[in-house]
């Protein structure tokens, strides 16, 4: 285990809902051009009184950081896009307890975290399916390891689960989300395996026609209304051409975009041998658009993330991670 994920476990062990209303508080505190770190750790602490537990400003700004809600630059400390959206649903003054819709806003963060998503997958592979619409897991009929234990706490402190001494129920709908966000990598049946992908197929295709679309508002915000007409989902016509929008750049050139989705607003996803080799092949003109939380895409669309030439990236922005193999009889 890396040290990085090391303290991750380390300090979720020592998260609590208390904990977790600190967050509310933390984002209240924030200015739109930056606060110096120590100032928002002191100003934490000058409002103690509003909370039932003894305040730790610091571990709730590394778990701020962490599920990106604010970012880190030159020592101040700026909101996200998902920060600005948690503070506006923080009641005013922010509570000792975050709101069921807070709770909702986080649990894709969490479930889909790279380091903790096995644990969730893991912990819902645990469940059976109940009566009245409902999932459970019994106590004692089959021993849950450490990560296990940690995912079913996470999900009962966000409201997706409740627990007594003998189970842990789940309501259906809940459990089909998680298993969603986890990319259902135990699915209960071939149903739901067929669902999940349509669902992916579906929200790719959304994600590609939202980057068609932000590339026309693009160019005509530049004056180009000329180009914006021929800006193209290729990968209607053609999924293996090597990216998905043929656009421009203002001056005429070719801009070639792949479009990534993910589920949360961890920079994670596929990329395939002949994407690579296009990219390669094409250098400046080859872009990655990342569109974060694209579930959300209807009614709180974010920016996405604009990546030019990724191949010259890889080794210091990007990390590769082998994981499928081409296997061949000899």
């Known amino acids: 285990m890396s040290p990085q994920n090391e303290e991750l476990l380390s300090n979720l062990r020592a998260f609590d809902s208390g904990l977790l209303g600190e967050l509310g508080l933390l984002l209240e505190l924030l200015s739109e051009h930056g606060t110096p770190k120590e100032i928002v750790i002191r100003s934490m602490l000058e409002r103690a009184a509003r909370f039932d537990h003894v305040l730790q400003p610091r571990l709730s700004s590394w778990f701020a950081a962490e599920f990106k809600f604010v970012r880190e630059s ?82 009962q402190m966000l409201g997706c689960c409740r627990s007594s001494p003998k189970c842990i129920e789940m309501d259906e709908a809940e459990a089909r989300r998680i298993r969603i966000l986890t990319g259902v990598i135990n699915p209960p049946s071939e149903e739901e395996l067929w669902e ?82 296009f990219a390669e092949r094409n250098g400046a003109a080859y872009w990655i658009y990342v569109v974060l939380r694209s579930q959300e895409l209807v009614d709180a669309p974010l920016e996405p993330i604009k990546m030019q030439n990724p191949i010259a990236l890889v080794g210091s922005e990007l990390q590769l991670e082998a994981v499928d193999y081409l296997v061949r009889r000899m």
């Not at 893991?122 to 296990?148: I, K, N, P």
């Not at 992908?197 to 932000?214: F, Q």
């Open 74 to 155: 030159e020592g101040l400390v700026l909101p996200t896009d998902l920060g600005r959206r948690m503070a506006m649903l923080c009641p005013v003054p922010s509570r000792n307890r975050l709101t069921h819709a807070q709770c909702q806003l986080l649990v894709p963060e969490l479930v889909c975290h790279p380091d903790l998503r096995e644990y969730f997958a893991a912990a819902m592979g645990t469940m059976a399916a109940s009566a009245d619409a409902v999932l459970v897991y019994h106590v004692g009929t089959r021993r849950l390891d450490e990560g296990q234990q940690l995912a079913f706490r996470l999900l």
């Open 196 to 277: 999940s992908m349509l669902e992916r197929s579906l929200r790719g295709k959304a994600a590609e026609e939202y980057v068609a679309e932000y590339e026309r508002r693009r160019l005509k915000a530049a004056g180009r209304d000329d180009l914006a007409g021929f800006v193209e989902r290729v990968s209607e016509k053609d999924p293996g051409a090597g990216f998905d929008i043929r656009s421009f750049d203002v001056d005429g050139t070719a801009r070639y975009v792949e479009v990534k989705s993910t589920l949360s607003m961890n920079v994670v996803f596929y990329w395939s041998s002949s994407e690579m080799r």
